[in-house]
Every structure is written in structure tokens, then in C-alpha cells.
């Protein structure tokens, strides 16, 4: 009366990697009901396989790289305010409804490099639905480009690698090349960002 699907990593050194792709083809199914399951099923493996295809990656684009920036530097606050957790919640590539989401409390965040924010768009409704959490904030920060004394988005990466524990090194690296974002070939990123401002509501 069920049916099971077996997900198995072919190999142990990409347990990383194939743990965010298990986990968002189960987040995807988990949306829907039996009747969808191997549709969507088919449709999150072409989705991974077509990603994967091609292992030359382009660089981010400014946007891209301006979001991430922000989400890493949330990530920065947690480890420096000792909230172990902190880097867990970060949903990385699997594009959940938050960008930080733990049982009860969720983060959207939001980046820009405008002169002044005083609007941010929400690409969906549910990203600040607060149903089943106690807390959901929403983090807004404002970027000001600095070649001279701003951080590059490798410079972030390194940061947070770097203070992580061991046994959760790899997973943070292999969220980011979910993304598109290879720190072999960090030298591409050259353009530096300064955290002018954070708005928390």
C-alpha cells in the first residue's frame, strides 16, 4: 500500500553534495501529493542531472553574488554571536521559501547595493509566511561597492570556513557549489563590498 524511493550516493567522498540533492528532491515531494510523486520525482533528477552536466561553471552574476554576500554575512553574525545552529539554517541552493529556516524561527534575507532601500521586493508570498514559527524576520542589508576596503565574496567564504567545525566544512562547500560558486576558482570575484547598513524586523 506505499511506494519507496531509494536514493543512494555512488560514492562516499560526494556525500555532501548528494545530501543537498536528496534533500531537495525530498523537500520537492513532500509538497505534493502521491499521485505528483514520480513526475516530480523525474522532473528534480533532470533538474540536478542538467546542472551537473556541465562541470564549467560560469561566474555569478553581480546580483547573484551581492545576495550571497548578504546571506554569508548573517551567517558571520550567528558564528560570531556563538548561535552553533546558525550555519544549519542556512537552506543554501535549495531555494525554501526562507533562506534560513529552523523549526520555529525562519530568516528571509534581502541585499542591495542602492544608495538608500527603501523598498525590497518579495519574489513570493510565502516567503514571509509565518505559519507553525514562533519568529520570522526579515534581515535587509545594504552593500556599498569598495575595491579598497570592502570584502570580496571569497573573502566571506574563507571566513566562515575557516571558523567552522570540521565535520561541517565540507557541507558548507558543497552548498555554495550548488549554487554555481567554486572556491577553486575564487580568483574570478574581484569586486569588493562594505556592510553599510542592516535593517532587522
Not at 2 to 31: G, H, P, R, W
Request: hydrophobic letters at 40%; aromatic letters at 10%.
Amino acid at each position: 500500500g506505499f511506494v519507496s524511493c531509494l536514493l543512494e550516493a555512488a560514492s562516499a567522498d560526494q556525500n555532501d553534495v548528494f545530501t543537498i540533492v536528496a534533500e531537495d528532491i525530498l523537500n520537492e515531494l513532500d509538497k505534493k501529493d502521491v499521485e505528483g510523486f514520480v513526475v516530480t520525482l523525474k522532473q528534480r533528477i533532470e533538474k540536478w542531472k542538467d546542472f551537473f552536466k556541465n562541470p564549467e561553471r560560469k561566474q555569478l552574476s553581480e546580483e547573484v553574488v551581492i545576495g550571497l554576500i548578504g546571506e554569508l554575512s548573517v551567517i558571520e553574525d550567528f558564528i560570531e554571536q556563538e548561535v552553533s545552529c546558525g550555519p544549519d539554517l542556512w537552506n543554501g541552493p535549495l531555494k525554501a521559501a526562507q533562506d534560513f529556516q529552523g523549526d520555529m524561527i525562519a530568516f528571509e534575507v534581502k541585499t542591495s547595493c542602492s544608495s538608500q532601500i527603501k523598498t525590497v521586493k518579495i519574489s513570493s508570498e510565502v516567503q514571509l509566511d509565518d505559519i507553525g514559527r514562533e519568529h520570522l524576520f526579515l534581515v535587509v542589508n545594504r552593500l556599498e561597492r569598495d575595491d579598497a576596503f570592502g570584502r570580496r565574496l571569497p573573502d566571506y567564504v574563507s571566513n566562515i570556513y575557516r571558523q567552522l567545525p570540521n565535520n561541517k566544512k565540507n557541507l558548507f562547500l558543497a552548498k555554495l557549489k550548488c549554487l554555481g560558486y567554486d572556491h577553486d576558482n575564487s580568483d574570478i570575484y574581484t569586486q569588493a563590498y562594505s556592510l553599510k547598513e542592516r535593517f532587522v524586523y
